[in-house]
């Protein structure tokens, strides 16, 4: 599986109630998207302080580089670019193919 990392920083005047509707756009994603075929998010909360004020993770997995290709540039994600962009203080992407070590426990 090739998964999508994306981590979030607001700017520090976004409300809580415009999180709230871009996580709600976010969420929505999957079921809008058929190359989504996986997905999870939550928000920070780490004990080590090291977020640098990341708050938000979504981690969107795809089977091929095509599907992720797809996904990019699909008209209700780039919908969802456009919500996003003016509360976005940072944001950071990482795309990885997931591997497991030997006897993992994870599924």
């Known amino acids: 599986m090739l ?3 994306v981590l979030f920083k607001w700017k520090p005047e ?3 109630e415009v999180i709230a509707a871009i996580e709600a756009a976010m969420n929505a994603l999957p079921g809008q998207i058929p190359q989504i075929a996986g997905y999870e998010w939550g928000t ?3 004990v080590q ?3 640098q004020g990341f708050t938000h993770c979504f ?3 795809f089977r091929s580089e095509a599907d992720r ?3 990019a540039t699909h008209p209700d994600h780039v919908a969802f670019l456009t919500l996003s962009k003016p509360h976005r203080d940072v944001v950071m992407t990482f ?3 997931a591997r497991r070590a030997e006897g993992s426990m994870l599924d």
Request: hydrophobic share 35%; net charge negative.
């Open 59 to 61: 981690v969107v997995s």
């Open 3 to 5: 998964r999508h990392i």
């Open 44 to 46: 920070d909360v780490s």
């Open 14 to 16: 976004t409300p809580p």
């Open 95 to 97: 795309d990885y193919f």
């Open 69 to 71: 290709d797809i996904y």
């Open 49 to 51: 302080g090291l977020s």
